[in-house]
């Protein structure tokens, strides 16, 4: 029976991402690769689809066929359509002749598959084997849903760039998945390629000198400073106008530190009005300040631009810059957003716990290239997993008692809700009155959030 392999994917990081996989030989010989493309965008008829994006031709060639998943399910949305479990087997049967697939045996790699859209596609090939290709940090983190056995029992591999050398990811460790390594060499030929396909990425603006790095790249030099920005205002996780100033932080931040040339990579979504004021501030403080308008994946700019330094809030393109390409990296704007974001379990939690441990404050510290994380990281995530998804993963709660009973004090307390803590009978949680009547009311609470979290 004829083997074909569906790569589904919404980004072109996560294409790159694939493509490295197949190239550094992480999936088997199939007799076609086909490749399903989303495109997530509120409005996807206004928004370019990756496969528009500029460097997109050269990832092409790994693929037997590009598909669009848009078209497919049209008139849905990506976002906010799933199957109904009895339509299942009429989707799979129309898919099946629109993609002309006949009774072949399929092989899926999806991202997030605990959410749609890759939960949809898993759900409409009942018997696919899965495999999970990690998005960002968030793969440090735990599955952010309970998924069904039958889509979560079929993951056997969880693939992921190395983006903290030697942290081990906690994504569908309860169902088995075995993570395993994409190795760095191949992804940075696969940017190098998008690179070459762009080759003026930023025009106008000088790039500092080559210098090798630790993967025979070009490293940091004498280049412009990079801002990441993110829109985390479209995740409600602050308002545009703290964004938007957030931003402007950043850029004295980084002028405080010498750099006098700056470059801004504005999330593709972002209001137009947040660059023109980035551009009155710069004129102030005399820095010049170029906005990159091209929908570019940021390790595209690492690599033409070579950049001193990459100043972000909790962007995975820190970690990119870091451990890929050796550039020094700055911080802004996490503390305070530990504290805001909700709920508790909210998936940004881990990527924003990680870049607050390990990347320096830009206000307050030298930006450095982080080393390699140590035991007190392991545990901290451990920990923040476990309070994050109790009922998911309940075998984590011995190492968040042991990490809390010895690590919590006034730096670590930010990564916790004191309430969260007494809820799961955590150490560091509010002590519970003697009182009976009131232990009965607590017990209440206690029981009533478990049933929530369920």
Request: with cysteine.
């Amino acid at each position: 029976m004829p083997t074909t392999q569906i790569f589904f994917a919404s980004s072109l990081y996560g294409v790159a991402t694939v493509a490295a996989a197949l190239d550094s030989g992480c999936f088997a010989a199939a007799d076609r690769r086909l490749l399903l493309v989303s495109n997530n965008a509120a409005t996807p008829e206004t928004t370019p689809a990756l496969d528009e994006m500029p460097g997109f031709e050269r990832l092409r060639s790994r693929f037997d066929g590009v598909l669009s998943w848009n078209g497919a399910i049209a008139p849905f949305h990506p976002g906010g359509w799933s199957p109904r479990p009895d339509d299942v087997p009429l989707w799979e049967r129309y898919l099946r002749g629109l993609w002309d697939l006949g009774d072949d045996r399929i092989e899926l790699a999806v991202e997030s598959v605990q959410v749609v859209p890759a939960l949809a596609v898993a759900q409409l090939f009942p018997d696919a084997t899965l495999c999970v290709y990690a998005d960002g940090l968030m793969s440090y983190g735990p599955t952010r849903n309970k998924i069904d056995p039958l889509v979560g029992e079929r993951v056997r591999r969880l693939l992921h760039l190395d983006l903290v050398p030697g942290l081990k990811p906690l994504l569908l460790a309860e169902f088995g998945a075995v993570p395993e390594v994409v190795p760095t060499e191949s992804f940075v030929k696969v940017i190098a390629e998008l690179s070459d396909a762009v080759p003026d990425a930023v025009p106008g603006v000088a790039a500092g000198p080559a210098d090798a790095s630790a993967h025979g790249e070009p490293g940091a030099g004498d280049g412009p400073a990079l801002i990441l920005g993110q829109y985390l205002a479209a995740l409600d996780i602050i308002t545009r106008e703290e964004e938007e100033q957030l931003h402007v932080r950043m850029l004295r931040g980084v002028a405080a530190h010498g750099h006098r040339r700056v470059v801004f990579k504005p999330h593709p979504t972002a209001p137009a009005s947040w660059n023109r004021t980035l551009e009155e501030e710069a004129r102030e403080l005399g820095v010049e300040l170029t906005v990159v308008e091209r929908p570019l994946l940021a390790e595209v700019l690492y690599r033409q631009l070579r950049p001193s330094l990459v100043a972000g809030c909790f962007s995975t393109g820190l970690f990119t810059a870091a451990a890929f390409h050796g550039i020094p990296v700055a911080r802004l704007g996490t503390e305070p957003l530990l504290d805001r974001l909700t709920p508790y379990q909210n998936s940004n939690r881990v990527p924003l716990t990680v870049v607050d441990a390990l990347v320096p404050d830009l206000e307050t510290g030298t930006p450095v290239v982080p080393g390699p994380p140590d035991a007190f990281l392991t545990g901290l995530l451990e920990a923040v997993g476990f309070a994050m998804q109790p009922q998911i993963r309940p075998d984590l709660r011995p190492a968040a008692e042991r990490f809390l009973a010895t690590s919590l004090n006034s730096r670590t307390l930010r990564y916790f809700k004191r309430r969260r803590l007494t809820v799961l009978g955590l150490p560091g949680g509010l002590p519970v009155p003697r009182n009976e009547a009131v232990r009965r009311v607590v017990r209440r609470a206690r029981h009533l959030k478990r049933a929530v979290l369920r």
